[in-house]
């Protein structure tokens, strides 16, 4: 069941902070891990300026784009509370991945 930004369902899954954990823990672990320099997001036009105001992306033709330089480093790998964490995570199983051509800023 969708529920639009204007309204609150408590019984909905959205709208509770979900998303903006899980991609705040994505560039974690995109940073410490994994050494990425950037994170690239393909995102829907209705979110691009949610992407921009919420995380400080920019816009980048198709693509929202951010710098990780300023994400902590401190903690090479993400807390104990992080359940999604798996230490397969850290093998190169993603080296195979093509990702987009996306010019620095």
């Known amino acids: ?20 954990a899980l991609l705040r823990e994505a560039e974690l672990i995109a940073a410490n891990m994994f050494h990425a320099q950037r994170m690239v997001v393909l995102s829907g ?12 992306y920019c816009s980048q033709g198709d693509y929202m784009v951010k710098s990780l330089a ?4 401190v903690n ?3 807390s ?12 190169d ?5 093509v990702l987009p051509s996306v ?3």
């Open 1 to 20: 069941h969708e529920v639009s930004l204007s309204q609150r369902n408590p019984n909905a899954a959205q709208h509770k902070g979900l998303g903006k």
């Open 93 to 97: 199983e993603l080296s195979h991945a």
């Open 70 to 73: 300023q994400i902590s480093k």
């Open 103 to 105: 010019p620095q800023q």
């Open 45 to 56: 036009i209705g979110a691009k300026e949610y992407y921009r105001s919420e995380f400080g």
């Open 80 to 91: 104990q509370s992080a359940s999604v964490w798996h230490p397969q995570c850290q093998s």
């Open 76 to 78: 090479p790998r993400p």
